[in-house]
């Protein structure tokens, strides 16, 4: 059966000299692994600039039970980034996004409204001018809530520590050691209230911002199986002095 449907690429490996495995999660079918063939003439209908990470598509597969690749017949390009290519920040953080979703999506099934989340977030990122230097911490924290782990942010009360592992406030550290100081919790739960277009009105020095990207990090892995180290976080961790 032909599939149509929107789709986001996550993770592009070349296969032997014209073909390439794509990750890609998608509107209709959550996560799908595709295997394209790229021939090497310029009126190819698949291009490899298709299959940059975070790029936004239109694709047609060939959907068969119980195949781990599925075939992939067409695809084009829904919106070509006018920014985000060209500037190293925002390429950063798209590499960024891309290998996070990558892990955190790997058994994901259909979510229309998770997809429209990281389809939206990124035509922000592209459209931004400035003031996106937090766009990474609201990804992951706004991404939290379609996952199932979002935090109940009306039990906070002052003093309240952050269980990481039940994803709580609590008014006594648990015996465990994965748990966020009064003074760290109280800070996350005002972050946890960023938007995209409130982050920038949120001070935080470039120390600030990666201590937050790693407790988010260290939530993430709790919550779900076998979440590595991010390679492309040590380069999301030199961009700006502010």
Not at 39 to 49: D, E, F, I, V
Not at 75 to 89: C, E, G, K, N
Not at 153 to 181: E, K, W
Not at 199 to 218: E, G, K, P
């Amino acid at each position: 059966m032909l599939v149509t449907t929107e789709a986001i690429v996550l993770h592009a490996l070349k296969y032997g000299e014209t073909r390439v495995i794509v990750d890609v999660f998608t509107k209709t079918a959550g996560r799908v692994s595709l295997i394209a063939s790229l021939p090497k003439t310029q009126k190819a209908r698949l291009k490899k600039q298709y299959f940059q990470p975070m790029t936004l598509l239109e694709i047609t597969y060939e959907e068969h039970q119980r195949v781990q690749l599925q075939k992939l017949k067409d695809a084009r390009l829904l919106t070509a980034w006018s920014t985000i290519p060209f500037q190293a920040d925002k390429l950063a953080l798209a590499l960024f996004s891309a290998e996070f979703l990558y892990y955190a999506l790997r058994s994901e099934q259909r979510d229309e409204l998770l997809f429209q989340f990281i389809s939206d977030s990124m035509l922000w990122l592209d459209a931004a001018s400035q003031g996106y230097a937090n766009f990474h911490l609201v990804f992951l924290m706004r991404l939290s809530r379609f996952l199932g782990f979002y935090p109940n942010l009306d039990d906070y009360r002052p003093g309240y520590v952050f269980d990481l592992r039940a994803g709580s406030f609590m008014g006594t550290a648990p015996l465990h050691h994965d748990f966020l100081s009064a003074g760290e919790a109280q800070r996350i739960q005002l972050l946890m209230r960023m938007n995209f277009p409130t982050m920038h009105l949120y001070r935080l020095s470039r120390h600030d911002r990666n201590r937050i990207v790693t407790v988010l990090l260290a939530f993430y892995r709790l919550h779900i199986p076998q979440f590595p180290e991010l390679k492309s976080l040590q380069v999301l961790q030199e961009l700006w002095n502010d």
